[in-house]
């Protein structure tokens, strides 16, 4: 389902304020004595507010009503003068942004921050590629109280059903829930991807390129690519964050013995150290050359999954693909949300154009086409279980992991 409208946060999600942030808190509480904040202290202490910011950041046995009132008004005359100093876009945004404008989606930004300054960095960062901007106001409450999250939708004429809700905190995805829309944490903000799915986040995404394919399509239904791999004979688990996955795979591995193919996906879950002391590993990757192919169990990822139930991988020396076909008692095949493709012939390209291009800079540290040819001998797709095979399996994460 196409998604229409983005409703973003600001602090954390579109812009990197943190430094501005800690500049100003540090204006209102060094002149009445008190120590500097850090700006690891104020990533921890940001998200509800100004006013709860400038709180925070005041010794406890001085934090009265009357004290925090006089920080306020010094951190917001301070960060009036300095809020454009050192805050800049993240990687990523402004592409994002201009791509979404093309493709008709209406965007907003729902912020803590008091609204005059969150109209002003939104205005002064992005211009028109942002069509309404909500911050702090005195008659509406803050998140995540949904109030404010459903005016804006309102306001931008979208419909629960088809809005994103993107942010960087628990807060964010806390508003997301309370007024039905999807919530989708970014980590690249300021608090960690386990706080946001603590928090009810229902996918996380590692850079803003990531965001473009859910507004094409939006969400994938787990239960519909659940339903897709084990019509075709396919084991079919998911799990909404690597550290659960891994943990699946350690109890799943523990006492066996397990080769892996090449894969930056298992690499990034952290195997090989991640194994029980009783898993017996070969990994080629831990002896050059060494290879096993007839092992109990055999841990690769896939370059792409299809909505319909195929697996896609592409292959130089092949060693990788041969180990999904024959030789192991059982196959499992752990890929991140980022491998998902609507259907075979984009998971095709997916590994030909995404996957392929990114090894062979992995290997060679450039951009060089004849060592993405070289990736490209053999391509296998899987349309069921080989026959001989005890159980071959699917584990998506839903995070985004390798290539």
């Known amino acids: 389902m196409k998604i229409n409208t983005a409703i973003f946060d ?44 400038v709180e925070r950041c005041i010794p406890e046995n001085k934090r009265t009503e009357a004290m925090v009132d006089a920080c306020l008004d010094d951190f917001r005359t301070a960060y009036n003068e300095r809020m454009m100093n050192r805050t800049q876009p993240y990687d990523g945004i402004l592409p994002l942004l201009k791509a979404l404008k093309k493709a008709g989606v209406s965007v907003g930004v729902l912020s803590n921050k008091y609204d005059l ?20 106001r005195p008659d509406t409450p803050r998140k995540p109280d949904p109030t404010s999250a459903l005016q804006l939708l309102r306001e931008l004429g979208g419909d629960a059903a088809t809005a994103l809700y993107i942010g960087d905190s628990a807060v964010d995805m806390q508003t997301a829930r309370n007024a039905g829309l999807t919530a989708v944490g970014v980590t690249w903000g300021f608090r960690p991807a386990e706080e946001l799915k603590a928090a009810g986040a229902q996918a996380l995404v590692s850079d803003p390129s990531e965001l473009l394919p859910m507004f094409e399509r939006g969400l994938p239904g787990v239960d519909a690519i659940c339903r897709a791999f ?54 080629h990757w831990l002896k050059p050359g060494e290879f096993f192919q007839t092992p109990d169990i055999y841990l690769c990822s896939a370059n792409g999954l ?30 991140g949300i980022n491998k998902l493709c609507p259907d075979l012939e984009s998971a095709i390209d997916r590994a030909k154009n995404v996957a392929a291009p990114l090894n062979a800079k992995r290997l060679s540290g450039k951009d060089d086409p004849e060592i993405v040819e070289k990736l490209c001998r053999a391509m296998v797709i899987h349309m069921g279980p080989p026959t001989k095979m ?11 992991l390798g290539y």
């Open 230 to 283: 084990t019509a075709r004979g396919f084991g079919f688990t998911y799990f909404p964050t690597a550290q659960e996955a891994q943990r699946y795979l350690t109890d799943a591995c523990a006492g066996k013995s397990v080769s892996l193919g090449g894969s930056m996906t298992l690499k990034e879950l952290g195997f090989p150290e991640a194994f029980a002391g009783n898993t017996s590993v070969h990994w």
């Open 117 to 136: 300054a969150a109209k002003g960095l939104i205005r002064h960062y992005f211009g028109d590629l942002v069509q309404v901007t909500c911050g702090e």
């Open 10 to 53: 600001l602090d954390g999600t579109l812009l990197n304020t943190l430094g501005d942030l800690c500049d100003s808190v540090n204006c209102a509480v060094m002149r009445r004595g008190f120590p500097a904040v850090t700006e690891e202290q104020t990533r921890k202490r940001a998200g509800n507010g100004v006013r709860k910011l």
């Open 306 to 335: 299809s909505e319909n139930g195929e697996i896609v991988n592409i292959d130089g020396t092949c060693n990788r693909v041969a180990g999904t076909l024959f030789g192991p008692k059982r196959c499992i095949f752990v890929c």
């Open 390 to 400: 005890e159980k071959c399996e699917v584990v998506l994460i839903g995070e985004p």
